[in-house]
């Protein structure tokens, strides 16, 4: 089954969420290949022993498993070279020298610069400088590569020819704006510096060319501000400051409101700022003023919010950022000019509407900033219709051309279009799916692309929760903003970053309330449960984080004041602080008193119901539940789950009664009493494992064996230790005695699993007993129980020999007992999680039906990490680049990955009838099911809520691999 896929693989891809990273280059993933081959045969050679003829018979018969090492994690995505070197690229009416394609080498901006050009849109022309060049900068120790410059300067002299302007000349001067662009978007995390080449007689001859002096002072203020700010690390709260004196001398509340004069004032101001700040005069030679810029974009690449966004977002094996430097258009020219951000459908909802914002006498930079609060797009057509006619019909042939929702960026300059970006829309999870089944239906795609375009992990947005109707309309609202990222959140208050990250790590509920949030606050945003802005609009940066995390936000609740330095908030004439609790619904943009209670979802209805028709369809690979109850398991199945990859019987033993019978059982002193006391323990066994199959009518049910240390059912503490000996009719001495007996220095590691079986046969009987009871009344009532019981943490196949015997010994006595004739269909097989097992999986799998790999701990024994102090330092890890993500949430593809080939490969040639799936917690991510189906595993099996994703993973990996 997997072989037949991964002959057709040269590469694999990285596991980057947006599903856009290229593969790395031919050449290179040959010869690794070759390298891991060269590897695994010499590891063959060494570990090889004779073979008998039914062995090779065996051999032969599992030649359908894949023989390869599968790695796909942290892997470098090279993009084509430039031929010669070249590290600029040219875009414009008269050359463009990339298209669409090319966004490994020019980023996703540059790319579709390109393409836009090139299929005939007003795009401003320019030039990309190549992620290849950014990584030399780094290479060549944070160097501008040798002769970058002068390459920047034969591209400026295109510009310049096509735009009939000079970069520098003081009479009539070409500005530009230099823009970040990677090749997977990451929105306001690096910088952007507009206005480049305006000095002190460049801005009097802009003002001349253009008659229009305060524009030509506004843009030159902006310039310092940005260059001071972007580039020389001057705070933006300095310049602002100067601003806020000249507002109040000329008596503005507004920036448009500061007369020309004003306006003069304040970029000497500016330049005063700069000066004490930096030490020295603002730049004058504006090819000066490009080449900082430049570098300052390529280290913006490394700033800390943007390392912050790519570990968020599992974004890593990039070269770098693309620079793109493109000739400056106006929007602050004057009632006839503006800017604007808009999507070619409404990414909260997928609704086939043209959405956004724009802001009249304003650049690009106040719309997504939030300073300024936009009108909505549809209002353009007041203003100027014949421009918004040419922007829808920009709009349609956008999405048409690309495929997919578009996210645009425009300014109009004295009533001229002209577009400035475009690039595959951040949408909700509720949004892909429907924008997905609606490009199906308008025959824009088909059903397999359809599924490609939904991240799989959003999914688990269209099961949020929302407010309970009736306890919402008891609660007072007490401000409204934007629905600007759908969902329901309850929390306390928290009004900056850090403190939002300290107190949701302290495990509290927090709601970051900011005037506006920048890009700095990210990790505050993704901690906390939920984001409230004063101000802002749909395409604001807290916007449009939220909505790509599928994070509750509401934006633009203009009737809050905010006092962050007093941790306050006030509306409607009452303050809320750190204390109080408030709750947000963000998909109606009300923000509530109180904490109201949520409800869960529906269900998978209508388009989303839809999209998992299409997903099974084309999946190979099954989708179970890990389900401890029945309640578990019908919701499971309700998700669309083929059957349970893991119950854990050890779950069923802490309540009520069930608990005392167990405690009883551990302090037993001889077999006699702990039979007794399992005794009482088997008919809760018998009656959760009835309701369990009654809930899995007709599917596979994997029941693992109690997995534990005993310890872990007794209490630690003298208090409890007194109540417990109370109950039992027993001494404290002796519950003490007990508890010190079954102490373990490295529990993970001891008295546990099969172990727990080996030396207490007992319980094994119990629950096998249990199984067996269970199925024999299922199939009286007529239901078809099918359950798999797995023996946990097998590591030699002696272990699991003599407990398979001892497990079929009591499923023949059961039987015997109910004189129960019909045949049981009863598998037995083990867990793989420990490194010996899948070692030596060939021989185990001769004792087994199944294996189930556990990659929880798996992992832990591979790493040598434990899941339960992992924190103390894998935070670190992961921010300094150690790794790349937590390997319990997403598959160590590299490391873990290659015992569960090879516990994979060595198992089918054991035995070629064996059924192989895993049913760790890595079953519900994406990354890690893409993996899984690579290798030719049977199934995966994950949490409830998870199956959904699981199966449009499943399905995206079938797509992709064939």
Known sequence: MGNSRLKKRDEFPTTNPEGCLQMAKKSAAKKSSARKSSAKKATAKATSKPKSAKASKKKAAAKASPKRVIRASGRKVVPKPAKGGKMVFNFGASKTDGDGSMKALLGGKGANLAEMTSIGLPVPPG?????????????????????????????????????????????????????????????GMMDTILNLGLNDEAVEGLAKATGNKRFAYDAYRRLINMFGDVVMGVHHEKFEHAFAEI????????????????????????????????????????????ELAIEAVFKSWNADKAISYRRIEGIHGLNGTAVNVQAMVYGNMGETSGTGVAFTRDPSTGDSAFYGEFLINAQGEDVVAGIRTPKPVAEMKKWNKKV??????????????YKDMQDIEFTIEEGRLFMLQTRTGKRTGAAAVKIACDMVKEKLIDEKQALLRIPAGDLVQLLLPYFDPKKRSLSKVIARGLPASPGASVGKPAFTAEEAVDRSRAGEAVILVRKETS???????????????????????????????????VAGAGEIQIDAAKGTFTVGGKTYSRKDTISIDGSNGEVLDGAIPTIEPDGITGDFAKVMRWADKYATMLVRTNADTPADAARAR????????????????????????????????????????????????????????????????????????????????????????????????????????????????????????????????????????????????????????????????????????????????VKKEHDFKKRLDI???????????????????????????????????TFGYSRDDVNTFLPDYIHKGVLHVDPFQSLDQTGVGQLVQMGYDRGKE???????????EHGGDPSSVDFCHRVGLAYVSCSPFRVPIARLAAAQAAIRHG
């Not at 087994?848 to 556990?854: E, L, N, Q, R, V």
Request: glycine fraction near 8%.
């Open 388 to 401: 918004f006619d040419q922007l829808m019909k920009i709009k349609t042939k956008l999405e048409k051309h």
């Open 638 to 813: 309700e998700f669309g789950a083929k059957g349970i990859g893991l119950t854990r019987t050890e779950h069923m033993f802490f309540e009520g009664p069930r608990i005392k019978a167990m405690r009883e059982m551990i302090l037993a002193e001889n077999l006699g009493e702990r039979e007794a006391a399992l005794a009482k323990l088997l008919p809760f066994q018998r009656d959760d494992f009835i309701g369990i199959f009654r809930a899995m009518d007709g599917l596979p049910v994997t029941i693992r064996l109690l997995d534990p240390p005993l310890h872990e059912f007794l209490p630690h503490e003298t208090e409890s230790q007194k109540e417990l000996a109370t109950v039992m009719g027993t001494t404290l001495a002796k519950v003490k005695q007990r508890v010190s007996m079954l102490h373990e220095l490295n529990p993970m590691l001891g008295h546990r699993g099969c172990r727990l079986a080996v030396t207490y046969p007992e319980i094994l009987r119990m629950q096998v007993r249990a199984i067996v009871e269970a199925s024999i009344e299922c199939v009286a009532e007529g239901v078809k129980a099918m359950p798999e019981i797995m023996i946990p943490l097998v590591g030699t196949v002696q272990e699991l020999r003599m407990l398979r015997k001892e497990v079929e010994g009591v499923i023949d006595q």
């Open 127 to 187: 030039m990309t400088i190549t992620t290849e060049t950014c990584a030399k900068y780094y290479e060549s120790g944070s160097r501008l590569p040798h002769g970058l410059m002068n390459e920047v300067t034969k591209g400026m002299a295109l510009v310049e020819k096509e735009m009939g302007k000079k970069f520098g000349d003081t009479k009539n001067p070409l500005l530009m704006s230099v823009r970040s662009g990677a090749m997977v978007s990451m929105p």
């Open 519 to 553: 890009p700095e606050d990210v990790d505050g945003m993704h901690s906390a449960v939920g984001i409230l802005t004063s101000t802002g609009g749909m395409t604001s940066h807290a916007a449009v984080v939220a909505r790509g995390w599928g994070k509750c936000c």
């Open 827 to 861: 598998k037995i097989g083990t867990m793989i999680e420990i490194p010996r097992a899948a070692l030596t999986a060939d021989e185990i799998a001769g004792e087994a039906d199944f294996f189930s790999f556990g990659t929880n701990d798996l992992t832990q024994l």
């Open 910 to 920: 054991g035995n070629p009838d064996l059924k192989v799936g895993i049913c760790g």
């Open 247 to 290: 507002k109040a001398k000329y008596h503005a509340s507004l920036d448009t409101e500061v007369p020309v004069e004003g306006l003069v004032e304040l970029c000497d101001k500016y330049k005063e700022v700069y000066r004490k700040q930096v030490g020295d005069e603002f730049p004058q030679n504006p090819f000066k003023q490009l």
